[in-house]
């Protein structure tokens, strides 16, 4: 995914070279396959590659050929790397390695397969609960970067990633600034090749961030998240003069509250924490109605009413009380739909498993969501983690139920309609994936994409497997078999060879309809 995994570019960028190709740059790294050159910007480039020795897939991301031998350039990339070396969050893109090859700096990541905000916002509009959904996990992974003293200082959507499983990431900590540290901030623009202020993105940056000489701090970020919440909301970035987004789409007014204070442009009106904001961002999702103002004689009702029902209640509390008790093993298990993992072990072992996942250890990973799911059995995330890991693992049955409990809880759930459609795909039952695929593509699934690309190819289907092969060009995460698919669809000719790349091996066992509830 270019975008998504490009740098950051400078606003005055020294004369750009043409970046090295895959075959060139081979030579310095023999322990990788180098794949494809994904995009540059002003502090590098990044190439998608394959590490043999684990056999996954990495991004690669060196510093602009040009500037390999500034000592200022290096500098920075160097700091760069030991940021996101100390980071280790499910929502930040990992580091795996770093060093110099070549004459070449390089950072050697995880690959993101999917699409950043910047992309998702580009395909549609989020509704408000999408929106909302999007914002926690950020605000968790700013935690622990800001715990560790380390500021991002360039939140916006191209710098927000989401894997096809629905997992948010913040990549690009290539402008964080180590509190404490002395020195003058750098300044970086956007992947758009934007004016740059000091060390941000100017749509995106704080206040403080364009004064001369300010003290930036943690509390820049949440203004910067403040800026992409409005953004996934109205459709637009706030003016000047800040409309607030009830004014704009049908909200409710806390998400006002919300959104308004972390824009504040004075920093100690902010949140004073990224933990602070996203306990309001989940309590402005919450299903709780806005409060209304009640007539007084209907006042005076209530509470003679009330008054009325005190006996009532306190002569029936020793038989809830009873039953509480009995009830309370499976207290947990009647939580309300949607209920988010509870700090702690919990949230602990989840974002372990994700982490086992992402590192290509499926079958390590399902135990862990197995264990999760008992104790947060309606969290739709822990359910996709379940899912794919024991897709991944070859336990179809047990990802199909696991999807299904998912789409459940939300229908809409992009990972989960993606692992869905993968499995009918596999099974040749072309229809259902396709109806799988049609609605995670929306939401910027490119597996999906990828997915209603080789279905149509294979139904002869040219035009329409022509459409999405172009947008993973479009986008530039076609790799060499969704280029050869393209290829295909425009001459409307399928090969022997192609077809047996694309279509699936032996088709499986049907999925089972899911059994009615009660």
Not at 275 to 285: C, G, I, K, L
Request: charged share 25%; hydrophobic share 45%.
């Amino acid at each position: 995914m270019a975008e998504a995994m490009q740098p950051t570019r400078e606003g005055e960028a020294a004369a750009a070279q043409p970046p090295l190709t895959p075959e060139e740059l081979a030579p310095h790294f023999p322990q990788l396959e180098i794949l494809a050159c994904l995009g540059r910007g002003g502090m590098g480039v990044v190439y998608r590659a394959r590490q043999k020795s684990l056999n996954r897939v990495v991004a690669l991301k060196l510093l602009a050929p040009e500037r390999a031998d500034d000592p200022a350039f290096a500098a920075r990339f160097e700091k760069e790397a030991q940021a996101l070396a100390a980071l280790n969050h499910p929502h930040i893109v990992a580091v795996y390695d770093f060093g110099r090859a070549g004459g070449f700096y390089y950072l050697l990541m995880e690959y993101v397969d999917g699409v950043n905000l910047r992309q998702l916002l580009r395909t549609r509009r989020l509704s408000p609960r999408e929106a909302l959904a999007i914002v926690p996990p950020i605000c968790d992974a700013l935690q622990c970067a800001h715990d560790h003293g380390i500021v991002h200082r360039d939140i916006k959507p191209e710098n927000l990633l989401i894997h096809r499983s629905g997992v948010v990431k913040i990549a690009d900590f290539g402008i964080a600034k180590m509190i404490g540290e002395s020195g003058t901030a750098v300044a970086e623009g956007s992947t758009g090749g934007s004016q740059s202020v000091a060390a941000g993105t100017p749509d995106y940056a704080a206040p403080e961030q364009r004064a001369a000489h300010a003290d930036v701090d943690h509390r820049a970020d949440i203004y910067s998240l403040g800026v992409v919440l409005y953004e996934m909301l109205t459709g637009e970035r706030p003016a000047e003069k800040i409309v607030a987004p009830s004014k704009r789409v049908q909200v409710d007014v806390r998400i006002d509250e919300v959104v308004l204070r972390a824009l504040e442009k004075e920093p100690a009106l902010r949140f004073a924490s990224a933990t602070e904001m996203r306990t309001q961002v989940e309590a402005a999702a919450s299903e709780e109605k806005p409060k209304r103002k009640i007539p007084g004689w209907l006042v005076a009702v209530i509470i003679v009413l009330g008054l009325l029902a005190t006996f009532a209640a306190v002569v029936f509390g020793a038989a809830v009380w009873y039953w509480q008790l009995q009830a309370a093993p499976q207290k947990h298990a009647e939580s309300s739909r949607g209920a988010v993992l509870p700090a702690g072990s919990t949230a602990e072992l989840a974002q372990r498993g994700w982490q086992l996942w992402q590192s290509g250890r499926p079958a390590e990973a399902l135990p862990i969501f197995r264990e999760v799911a008992e104790q947060a059995p309606d969290d739709p995330n822990v359910w996709n983690g379940l899912g794919w890991s024991a897709f991944n693992s070859g336990k179809t049955d047990e990802a199909v139920r696991a999807f299904q409990k998912v789409l459940a809880i939300d229908p809409n759930h992009m990972g989960a309609l993606n692992g869905v459609g993968q499995i009918h795909f596999s099974r040749r039952e072309y229809a259902e994936a396709e109806v799988a695929f049609l609605k995670a593509a929306p939401q910027g699934a490119s597996a999906a994409w990828y997915g209603l690309a080789r279905i149509y190819l294979l139904q002869g289907k040219f035009a329409d497997a022509e459409k999405w092969a172009q947008m993973l060009e479009d986008s530039a995460q076609a790799d060499s078999v969704a280029k050869k698919m393209l290829e295909a669809a425009k001459a409307k000719s399928l090969s022997d060879g192609l077809r047996a790349t694309i279509e699936p091996s032996e088709p499986a066992p049907a999925i089972p309809s899911p059994k009615p509830t009660n």
